[in-house]
């Protein structure tokens, strides 16, 4: 179903993560607005049905498609457009399936609730872009991953860790906050701020220049270390269209820190990117 070309961060995970989050994002955002009505002249948006099919169904299907503006590769200072088709597939609370992997939340206590997550890494290839040329592939391979989140009346703390199976072996962490408010009773605004860590080995794989590589690159040797990697800031609206069609729009800035900032790698330390889709819940 997931059909994008395989690249270095080719889905944008953080953001993708975010602007396919759509389910979950409208679950709850709507509820949290009982005062707004519709005029009188026109029919009622029935939010309830968006959000809830039927009384007996617990499961919930978007489908869709869209497009993201993005870098080549994380560091590029190259930006290009990848359409994206996707779906989402979620049961109750605690199942969700969508082009990233699949999410199983078993444990919830209060404001807090724990997930685990099965995912990949797409790694990246040296003819993705001309200035990767002579760094070699970094291996498609499997994540595992657990997240903590609390939420806080409309704000969202969270953190999470991913670890990659095969490929660059990569240790991940992520910390953030995020913020959702329903403006009208069809739009839904969010803002989200997040910090990424990197063990050695994801550093070393994306960042480091052994010397084979700066031989066959003609790019300085460099040796990144773990550390904090990256910061995220994004704003995304999402507009119900109507009971089953939604509009979701976002835009997103990255700013790669330390040993990755540094690395002769990345061309561009800013990382800005746009997204935008259309879904269809049945």
Known sequence: MFLVRQKNQRVSYFALLTALGISKTTAGALAADPTVTAPLQAPVFDSKRFLNSSAT???????GGGAVYEPEYEGSDDLTVNPIPFAIFTYGEWL????????VTPLRYGDMSFSAKVGYESGR?????????GLGVIDFAATLGAKATYEWGPVELYAGIDQTLGGSESLVGTFGVGYSIPVTERLI??????AILANDK???AYFSVNAAQSAASG???YKAEAGLKRVNFSAT????????WLLRGEAGLGLLTGDAADSPIV??????SAQLFVGYKF
């Open 267 to 272: 061309k561009e330390k800013l990382q800005p």
């Open 219 to 221: 790019l300085p040797q």
């Open 189 to 194: 605004f969010e803002a989200n701020a997040e």
């Open 202 to 204: 994801h550093m070393d």
């Open 96 to 103: 969700e399936i969508d082009p990233t992997g699949a999410t």
């Open 237 to 244: 609206a999402t507009y119900l269209l109507s009971e089953h």
């Open 125 to 133: 290839d040296e003819v993705d872009h001309a200035d990767l040329r």
């Open 57 to 63: 169904r617990n499961w919930t299907l978007i489908v």
